[in-house]
Nanobody
Framework: QVHLVESGGGSVQTGGSLRLSCAAS????????MGWFRQAPGKEREGVAA???????TYADSVKGRFTISKDNAKNTLYLQMNALKSEDSAMYYC????????????????????WGQGTQVTVSS
């Protein structure tokens, strides 16, 4: 069973930066697709960024050029560097993972993941 724990959320002013972390444990395979999703009150969960085990990434159009997803395989930790934050980035951010024995390309579809963290809140205010 894969266990994911997010951290790094908080309150920041418009234009500021935050770095989210997701510590993963319980992997039985090194072929892991991981992603970040967010959900604001009254809105559906949306994919923000994803990374495949070969380092290929994909981003939602709304965050391209501002957010960067990365991972440290030695630490089993996923990161999301968020710069130039906007009020519309305010949401609960979730880490997600799929662990498999074959390659999976990065995806922003929630059904492409089997494991989810509990979330970390990001609030951006002016």
């Amino acid at each position: 069973q894969v266990h994911l724990v997010e951290s790094g959320g908080g309150s920041v002013q418009t234009g500021g930066s935050l770095r989210l972390s997701c510590a993963a444990s319980g992997y039985t395979s090194s072929r892991n697709r991981m992603g970040w999703f967010r959900q604001a009150p009254g809105k559906e969960r949306e994919g923000v960024a994803a990374i495949a085990d070969d380092g290929r990434t994909t981003y939602a159009d709304s965050v391209k050029g501002r957010f960067t997803i990365s991972k440290d395989n030695a630490k089993n930790t996923l990161y999301l560097q968020m710069n130039a934050l906007k009020s519309e980035d305010s949401a609960m951010y979730y880490c997600a993972a799929r662990s498999a024995y074959i390659y999976y390309a990065p995806t922003l579809r929630a059904d492409g993941y089997d494991y989810w963290g509990q979330g970390t809140q990001v609030t951006v205010s002016s």
